[in-house]
């Protein structure tokens, strides 16, 4: 079985939260109100330490002046991001 590469949880972590961040989305906040579990925020997490597109994302971070509707284009997260964002 082949195991797969998974990045850095530290900034994948970081990573994550900056995009919900960028989206209108506090993580924390989710949890308090019950959309969002400590599961599920480490699925995330996970599902970000081992996406190919960090480079990307990181780019994408980087340009965004306010707020931002959708998330980075092929973010692993992306449909969870936005649903979560409709709280806000």
């Known amino acids: 079985m082949k195991t797969q ?3 850095d949880p530290g900034l994948h972590f970081w990573l994550t939260r900056s995009v919900a961040k960028v989206m209108g989305v506090s993580l924390s ?3 308090a109100h019950d959309r969002l579990t400590a599961q599920g925020y480490a699925a995330m997490v996970t599902a970000c330490r081992e996406c ?3 480079a990307s994302c990181q780019g994408w971070l980087g340009d965004q ?3 931002a ?3 980075p284009p ?6 969870i991001m936005q649903n979560l964002a409709r709280h806000h």
């Open 5 to 7: 590469h998974r990045g």
């Open 29 to 31: 906040e989710e949890m």
């Open 52 to 54: 190919a597109l960090v």
């Open 65 to 67: 002046k306010g707020f």
């Open 69 to 71: 509707k959708t998330p």
């Open 74 to 79: 092929g973010c692993v997260n992306g449909d």
